[in-house]
Nanobody, 120 residues
Framework: QVQLVESGGGLVQPGGSLRLSCALS????????MGWYRQAPGKPRDLVAI???????DYADSVKGRFTISVDNAKNTMYLQMNGLKPEDTAVYYC??????????????WGQGTQVTISS
């Protein structure tokens, strides 16, 4: 199993920056991919950024060039650096870890969510 604890959300003006953190613990060696998702009121939870096997990254088109996902293996922590924030980035942000069992099945683990609000 994997536990995820998020931090770093808040209220920021348009054009500002925030960095979200997600501390992982447990059977981290079985995590095949990690990512950030977000959910705005009345909308589905969407992928924002993902990092696979600690190397390959991918981003939603809406955040490319503004957000950066990274992992500090020494601290077992994943980050999402968000620059050039826009009101449409307002959402609850969740970190995610994909845990692969010995049998090959994949299970999603989620953080508790952190509110990010972009407003003047």
């Amino acid at each position: 199993q994997v536990q995820l604890v998020e931090s770093g959300g808040g209220l920021v003006q348009p054009g500002g920056s925030l960095r979200l953190s997600c501390a992982l613990s447990g059977s981290i060696f079985r995590v095949s991919a990690m990512g950030w998702y977000r959910q705005a009121p009345g909308k589905p939870r969407d992928l924002v950024a993902i990092i696979i096997s600690g190397a390959s990254t991918d981003y939603a088109d809406s955040v490319k060039g503004r957000f950066t996902i990274s992992v500090d293996n020494a601290k077992n922590t994943m980050y999402l650096q968000m620059n050039g924030l826009k009101p449409e980035d307002t959402a609850v942000y969740y970190c995610n870890a994909k845990y692969q069992s010995v049998a090959g099945t994949v299970r999603d683990y989620w953080g508790q969510g952190t509110q990010v609000t972009i407003s003047s």
